[in-house]
């Protein structure tokens, strides 16, 4: 369900696949062949949220945001990169993800953290507000920690695995 938010409706263009049990509200922006996949609630309401190319949401997502106050004048939109894979039941509110980043199942990423390119999160990880990622590790764990730079197939593999969603999302596409 595509919904408006005082005015403002998600917008993307026809190479994105939105499932119809989703639910999307407000101020979004989704970029070119990304997907969002059954029972995913996306409220663009209090900010906004912008979603890169390539970028899949996988079933049972939460996306929301960090409202503007006096203490914090522009709150913590939520950014997400291109060639982004969040798993099944991730939660993301107001932080920005860099590129080419694998978020895995039920993690949970917290209010102004900052995830740099080319990471994987581990699934269950917890990564607390104003936290930094560095690129091109591996985080795991509730508070997350740094665990090892990933290798040159895990790199390989986080484009890949942006382009199955994009190869899966044209699947579903063709059938509607």
């Known amino acids: 369900m595509i919904r408006s938010y005082k005015g403002i409706v998600p917008k993307f263009d026809e190479t994105v696949y939105i499932?119809?049990?989703s639910v999307l509200v407000g101020d979004i922006e989704i970029g070119e062949h990304s997907s969002v996949w059954p029972l995913v609630a996306a409220r663009g309401d209090v900010n906004y949220i912008k979603i890169g190319k390539r970028t899949n949401i996988q079933d049972g997502s939460v996306l929301h945001l960090t409202r503007k106050s006096a203490s914090n004048p522009e709150g913590f939109p939520l950014i997400i990169g291109d060639d982004v894979t969040v798993g099944h039941k991730v939660m993301l509110h107001g932080c920005k993800l860099g590129n080419r980043i694998?978020?895995?199942?039920?993690?949970?990423?917290?209010?102004?953290?900052?995830?740099g390119d080319d990471v994987i999160?581990?699934?269950g990880a917890l990564v607390p507000p104003?936290?930094?990622l560095e690129s091109g590790y591996l985080y795991v764990g509730s508070p997350v920690k740094q665990s090892r730079?990933?290798?040159?197939?895990?790199?390989?593999?986080?484009?890949?695995?942006a382009q199955n969603y994009v190869d899966l999302k044209n699947e579903y596409l063709e059938e509607a």
């Open 149 to 161: 730079p990933l290798t040159e197939q895990e790199l390989s593999f986080l484009k890949t695995s």
């Open 130 to 132: 104003n936290k930094k």
């Open 102 to 115: 694998l978020v895995g199942m039920g993690a949970i990423i917290m209010d102004n953290a900052t995830v």
């Open 19 to 21: 499932d119809e049990s």
């Open 121 to 123: 999160i581990g699934g």
